[in-house]
């Protein structure tokens, strides 16, 4: 978040429940420095044909834990391997964001090469998948922020792209 602040970028964070509880401090932060919050469920867990409520649950706990330290509703979903119910946009008035560009950061330690993916790949109105996990992740990240903005692109949270 240094490297965003600096940079003078907002960008969109799909955080876990249980992430959320553990770190309500850094929730505040990204809250605090203009960054949109998302739910990526309380466990990161998958979407399954056996597992639907428990899927639901995970969102409705993780809404609800990040509405406790923000104060706000959250109502975009990255639902992790991209598995999602379309009823759940009604049942819970959520929106489902998936990604355009997967730099596949999370197996790779390499920052020069997962940024060069990202650089190569990514066009006007893309939706960057990235893991802030991983140093390399975030080394990467920035360095493709640079190299973006270099090129004229400007970085905006996933609402500004869906409702723009």
Same mark, same amino acid.
């Given at each position: 978040? +240094?490297? @965003? &602040? #600096? ?7 799909? %955080? ?11 929730i505040r932060r990204m809250q605090e420095e203009g960054h949109l919050i998302g739910n990526h469920t309380y466990s990161h867990i998958q ?16 809404? +609800?834990? @990040? &509405? #406790? ?7 975009? %979903? ?24 997967d730099p596949l950061d999370w197996c790779s330690s390499n920052a020069d090469c997962i940024a060069r993916k990202i650089v190569s790949k990514?066009?006007?109105? +893309? ?38």
């Amino acid at each position: 978040m +240094d490297g @965003l &602040k #600096e940079r003078g970028v907002h960008a969109t964070f799909f %955080v876990t429940g249980e992430h959320a509880q553990l770190h309500p401090d850094i929730i505040r932060r990204m809250q605090e420095e203009g960054h949109l919050i998302g739910n990526h469920t309380y466990s990161h867990i998958q979407l399954r044909k056996g597992n639907r409520e428990v899927f639901k649950e995970e969102l409705i706990k993780t809404n +609800d834990i @990040l &509405k #406790e330290i923000t104060g706000q509703e959250v109502i975009y %979903v990255r639902p992790p391997y991209g598995s999602w119910d379309k009823s759940f946009e009604s049942e819970l008035n959520m929106f489902p964001v998936l990604w355009t560009v997967d730099p596949l950061d999370w197996c790779s330690s390499n920052a020069d090469c997962i940024a060069r993916k990202i650089v190569s790949k990514t066009g006007e109105n +893309d939706i960057i998948l990235m893991h802030d996990y991983y140093d390399s992740s975030v080394k990467a990240a920035l360095q493709a922020v640079d190299e973006l903005m270099e090129e004229g692109y400007t970085f905006v949270t996933v609402e500004e792209i869906l409702f723009d």
